[in-house]
Each structure stands twice: as C-alpha cells, then as structure tokens.
C-alpha cells in the first residue's frame, strides 16, 4: 500500500517538470521573438534614414542599391537584418507559427522611438495611441490562436505553388511602386515585403518540422536496430 502515494507523488513530479520545460521553452521562443523583431526595427530605421537621404533615384534604379552600399549606417542595417533572421528562425524552431509571427508586429513598437532617435524629434502623440492599438491587438491575436508546435508540412507541389505566387506578387508589387510615387509606392513596397516575410517565415517553421521529423526517424531507427 505504501507504494501508491509514491508512485502518484512522482508522477505529479514529472508532470510539473514537463510543465516547466514547455514553458521555459515558449518563454525562449517569446524572448528570441522579440529579439528578432528588435533587431528588424533597428535595421528598419537604419536603412529608412539612409534611403532618404539617397535622393534622385528611382524605384528599380540599381545605382541606388550601389550608392547605399557604400554607406556605413545602411551596412549596419544589413548586418541587423540578418541578425534578425538568425533570430526568428531560432524563435520558430521553439515555438508555433501562432505564437511567433504575432510578436514581429512589435518591430513597429521598437521602431517608432529609433526613428525618433535618429532624427533627433520627440515620438509624437499619435504613434503612442498606435503602438497602445498595436499591443491591444497583438494580446487579443495571442489569446485566439493555439500555441501548439505541431505543423503540418505541405506537400511539395503545394509549397513550389506558395513560392511562385509569392514571387509574383512580390513583382508585382514592384511594380506598382514604379508607377505610383509617394503614399501608393511606400503602401506597395511595404506589402510585397510584409507578403514574403509572411511565407518566409512559413516556409522556415516547415523545413525545421522536416528536419525534426527526420532526426526522429533517424533515432526510432537507431533504436530499432538496436
């Protein structure tokens, strides 16, 4: 008889262990989540500073990327760019599309008091009640959506579909912004990118499931021959 209660006592013990690996987890993939959404406002801000002062040139004109090269501030937004990448590929293989992508809208929380930074300016009332909509919005979109690792990888016909369309709206939005200066060109840019880091990311999350789901392979094997 005395047996039980141990018995129960370490399977209540191991059942609060699981549970705080699972949550430490979730908090490194919310912390490296925000990192790399840091990171992307920092190289935002960077590159939009360095972008403005690059006047004279179009859309498409390759002597902007040329001349932007060669501009210390825009290479630092280039080296925080791919820092930010490390980084949200490191989030989303600890924790759901659901849980990650949501929190890279804090980019735009980090941006706005970097621009303000950088141009040397108070941050204005107006992007205060926009960052306070931002977080209401990013804390109802948490609570609705799961926070499961599990994905369902595609098959490949599917994601070459996924790629294609993404590179044609992507152009297109190239060239929409070619034709339309000011507001439109700004508005056209922003969503062909926000579009492909969108299936970038998607894109990210299943090969990390892939390369999971072979190391598990890989070790059920092992232990079968074993």
């Known amino acids: 008889m005395s047996g039980g209660p141990t018995h129960s006592s370490r399977g209540t013990g191991r059942h609060a262990a699981a549970t705080y690996a699972v949550a430490a987890v979730v908090t490194a993939a919310v912390l490296a989540a925000l990192a790399a959404a840091f990171c992307f406002a920092l190289a935002a801000a960077l590159q939009q500073r360095e972008a403005g002062r690059a006047d004279g040139y179009g859309v498409a004109d390759p002597r902007l990327l040329w001349k932007l090269a060669h501009r210390p501030l825009w290479l630092a937004g280039i080296a925080a760019d791919v820092l930010s990448a490390v980084l949200h590929v490191v989030a989303l293989s600890w ?132």
């Open 95 to 226: 924790g759901s599309i659901a849980l990650v992508q949501p929190l890279g809208v804090t980019g735009l929380l980090f941006a706005i008091p970097l621009m303000a930074a950088l141009r040397r300016q108070r941050v204005r009332v107006s992007d205060l009640l926009a960052a306070v909509v931002v977080l209401a919005g990013l804390a109802v979109l948490l609570s609705l959506f799961p926070a499961a690792r599990q994905t369902q990888v595609a098959h490949q016909p599917v994601v070459l579909a996924v790629i294609a369309l993404t590179v044609l709206l992507a152009a297109g939005a190239v060239g929409v912004a070619y034709l339309n200066p000011g507001r439109p060109r700004a508005l056209a840019l922003a969503a062909g990118a926000g579009t492909s880091f969108g299936v970038t990311a998607v894109l990210a999350r299943a090969l990390l499931e892939l390369v999971g789901q072979t190391n598990r392979g890989g070790l059920i094997a092992t232990a079968g021959l074993g």
